[in-house]
Structures are given as C-alpha cells and as structure tokens.
C-alpha cells in the first residue's frame, strides 16, 4: 500500500514537471475556435491597444533620437538588438538541470556570439575605420595590419571556441551538447547574416535603413489596426489574428507611405549622405540624381481639383514603390515564419522586455528580411555599376602597404606629368 501511494505521489509529481508551464508558454484551449482569437471577437482588446500604443509611442520617440545623432548610434543600436534577441534564443532551448552540469558552457555560447560579431563588424567597418585614423601614421599602420589580418584572427578565434567546446564534451551530456552548439550557429546565422546588412545600409546612408524600417513600422501598425476594426476572415493559421481586412488595408496604406516618406526623406542630407568614417561630423554630399526633384505638370482636369499646376518628385521614389511592395507582401512572411516557430516551442512570445509587443525578436522578425532585401535592391538596381574613386582607393588603403602605396604614388605622378608633357 505504501508502495501504490509512493508511486502514485511520484507520478504526479512528474506531471507536474512535464507540464509545468514554462515562460510566456502558451496552453492549448481546445475549445476556442479559431474566430475566437480574431482581434474584433478579443473582449480584452482596448487594454491591450492601449498597453500596445504606449509601448509603440516610446519605441518611435527613442528610434527617431537615435537615428537624428547620428550614424555610430544607430549601429550601436542594431548591436544592442543583436544582443538582446541572441539571448531570447539563447534562452529557447536553455534547461536549467543540464547547465548545472556543465559550469561555462553558457558562457562558449556568447564567445561564439562576439566572435561572430567581430568577424561581421569588422569587415563591414574596416574601411571606414581606416579613414579615420588616416591622419595618424602610427595608429593607421597598426589599424591597416589589423585589417589585414582580420580573417585570420576572427578564424582562430572561432578554432579556439570549437577546441573549447570538444574538451568540455561530458558523458551522459553529449546530445545537449551537441544541440546547443547547432542552436548557437543557428542563431548566429539567422541574427548575424541578416542584420549585418542593416549596419551595410546604414553606412551607405540612413536613409536605406530609416526608410525600409519605418515600412514596417507602418505595415505592422496598420495590420493591427485594420485587423482590430474590420478583421473577419482569418489569414493563416500559423497566426490566428492575422486577418485578410488587415493584410490588404496594410499594403495599400504602406504602398502610399513610401511613396510619400521617400519624398521628405529624401531632402535631408543628414540621411541621405554616405558615412565614410567613424565620425559623428555633420555630411555634405551631393544627393546625386536620385535625391535630386523632377518636375511634372499636371493635366488640366487634375489642376481644376488641385491647387497646384506641377508637382516634384524625387526618383527615389519610384524605388520606394517597390520597398513598400515587398514589406507589403513578402516581409510578413518573416513574421509568420517567427509565429510557426513559437507554435513549435509552444510559447507566446520570444521575450517580454516590450509590454504589449512580447520580446525584442517578436518586433525584428519581419525587419530582418527587409534589411536584406533593402540592401540587395540598393546595390543591384540603385548604385552605379562599374569602378568608382571611392573602391579604388579603398582597394590600395587596404591591400598595399605604405611603401607600396609611396611606390604608387610616385608612379602616377611620373604618368600624369608625361601625358601633361605629351599634350
């Protein structure tokens, strides 16, 4: 008899570590249907509108402070993101019972995270870091050497990880371990691929980060809203609250706002300029073609309704139709994506650091593709193709040492002066 109540006790005790819910988990309700979880039939919904726009309120205010210092804040604010979410998945698959097993296996995880960051980071920023210590010879020979020898440092860096992960393989322990490190590279592909390209467009100029960002921004806004109003037909079932009223009134409106954001954008120097270095100077540029206005006279019949007979038009915006198109569009799907993957893990959100929005990752997962598609679409249709100044010189800072760069100097010199002595 006491050997039945023994059992008995032991395997609810079990059950209730089997089900014990853990963070943000969300528990199956068989009962409710589908048109329960649409935002019009929520009877909680204007709590959660107006936990949702307080957050959404202070989110922007932060983002345009940071975006107006400058484009070194902006940086450090992917880089902040990219630590933050690394942690929310760091934490997905994190068992407590196992890491008390294995004291600094943890910690290999973040190793391989920064050293990913700095193979990433430093190959994004070592040009303009050369720029900017080009006035100081001493400090541009150490700078030019570590450039060169990045790859191999970040290479046995990376080595250095990998020899630290065999040693610490324990008995009992291998499978865990196994998974863990396939989660981290994981991790470090789907963080570090996708948003070193966010740091690209910020140095080509913040108006390729701002803008394809801000379309997000603005489609997500709008699916709330439309959804939250007029939802009635379910969208998919990965997201039971994403409806087809909101998608459609979502696209039409971020359609309409790029077209018109690109437009005052597109007048600031401050973000449409290029950053070459590490400064936090004031730019100048010249905006180029593509931030210079085009006029266009309206037909008659339009000016009767219009009070103006011409409008500008800056050619960037008919880039920005096809940006709006794709965050219309393609980009949810890199929402969805993120909410098939918590339904996997069973949870709600990935974090819950922004009240009413869930973690950092909930609000980056539809911006990653965009960010790849923003700079992919910048270079293949946007930049003028062949050799500028500007990679030649970052090819002869970069690759020839500083006497070579005296030999080449002295050579040019020599060429010039004879076809000035020729002409």
């Known amino acids: 008899m006491q050997k039945e109540n023994n059992t008995t ?26 048109g329960g979880n649409l935002l019009v039939d929520d009877q909680n919904k204007y709590k959660s509108m107006w936990i949702r726009t307080y957050s959404t309120v202070w989110m922007i205010g932060g983002f345009a402070l940071i975006v107006y210092m400058g ?27 196992e890491d008390r097993h294995l004291p600094g296996f943890r910690l290999l995880n973040w190793y391989f995270f920064f050293t990913a960051m700095l193979f990433v ?47 610490t393989l324990k008995k ?57 109003f007029f939802g009635r037909t379910p969208l998919i079932k990965l997201s039971p609250k994403k409806t087809w009223e909101g998608f459609i009134g979502a696209s039409v409106t971020t359609i309409i706002s790029a077209f018109v954001l690109a437009n005052i954008l597109g007048r600031f120097q401050w973000l449409t300029c290029p950053r070459k270095d590490l400064s936090t100077g004031w730019l100048q540029c010249d905006p180029g073609p593509l931030f210079k206005a085009e006029y266009y006279t309206l037909p008659g019949w339009v ?31 890199g929402g969805f994506f993120a909410s098939g993957f918590k339904r996997a893990f069973k949870i709600k959100d990935f974090g819950d650091s922004i009240p009413g929005h869930g973690g950092i990752t909930d609000r980056m997962d539809c911006q990653m593709v965009m960010a790849v598609f923003a700079y992919i679409y910048q270079q293949s249709f946007v930049v003028r193709e062949g050799i500028s100044v500007e990679i030649i010189l ?24 004879e076809r000035l002595g020729h002409s």
Request: hydrophobic share 50%; glycine share 2%.
């Open 9 to 34: 006790l032991s395997s609810a005790a079990n059950s209730r570590i089997r089900h014990r819910k853990r963070p943000y988990e969300v528990i199956p309700e068989p009962s409710k249907t589908i």
């Open 71 to 97: 484009h070194l804040y902006v940086t450090a604010m992917v880089v902040v993101i990219q630590i933050f979410m690394a942690k929310e998945l760091f934490n997905l698959l994190r068992r407590a019972h």
């Open 121 to 167: 980071y430093g190959r994004l920023l070592s040009q303009p870091l050369v720029n900017t210590v080009t006035s100081d010879k001493i400090l541009y020979q150490f700078v030019s050497s570590l450039v060169k020898y990045h790859m191999a440092i970040c290479y046995f860096s990376y080595i250095a990880g990998f020899m630290w992960f065999i040693l």
């Open 172 to 228: 009992k322990m291998y499978k865990y371990q196994f998974g863990q490190y396939a989660w981290t590279h994981m991790i470090l592909i789907v963080v570090f691929t996708q948003s070193s390209f966010t740091v690209a467009n910020i140095f080509e100029g913040i108006f390729w980060f701002l803008l394809p960002a801000s379309l997000i921004v603005i489609n997500d806004i709008f699916a709330y809203i439309f959804g939250f």
């Open 303 to 333: 000016s009767q309704w219009f009070p103006r007979k011409e409008i500008s038009i800056l050619p960037v915006q008919w880039h920005a139709l096809c940006l709006g198109l794709f965050a219309s569009i393609i980009a949810p799907f």
């Open 394 to 417: 970052e090819q002869i800072l970069t690759s020839l040492t500083f006497e070579e760069q005296q030999t080449l100097l002295m050579k040019l010199e020599q060429i010039l002066q």
